[in-house]
């Protein structure tokens, strides 16, 4: 697989929908990310760093299951103030999304996916 185009994807991202406050794509240990002008974020770049090592983890784990119930194509996380989505892309890399809570989230993930899929082979 080519190395994916992190800039292009976060930013085709973030226009696809204005409810999406930041996105992230994850790969080879790096982080790529961009937040939504004018949006605060809750969580330093360490914090989002560790929280992505760890889905990193919890990916590889649902993996492990795939034979049996399929292929796993995103995780959804509510807290209090947003919504987290984390799909796979690459080797073992992933695409994170922050979203408000009044977003529609399955619209969302339907967006990134195509977004996903027009950058990976």
């Not at 929908?17 to 790096?30: A, C, F, L, M, S």
Request: aromatic share 10%.
């Amino acid at each position: 697989m080519k190395k994916l185009e992190y800039e292009k994807i976060c930013d085709d991202v973030l226009k696809s929908d204005k409810k999406i406050r930041y996105v992230g794509v994850y790969d080879y240990g790096e982080l790529h990310d961009k937040m939504r002008q004018g949006v605060e974020s809750f969580l330093s770049r360490e914090e989002t760093e560790l929280s992505l090592s760890q889905a990193v983890y919890r990916w590889s784990t649902r993996k492990k299951t795939s034979d049996k119930i399929g292929k796993p194509i995103f995780a959804l996380a509510k807290y209090e103030k947003i919504y987290r989505v984390t799909i796979p892309v690459g080797g073992a890399g992933l695409i994170l999304i922050s979203t408000e809570l009044d977003a529609n989230v399955n619209e969302i993930v339907d967006k990134v996916l195509e977004i996903k899929n027009k950058y990976s082979e």
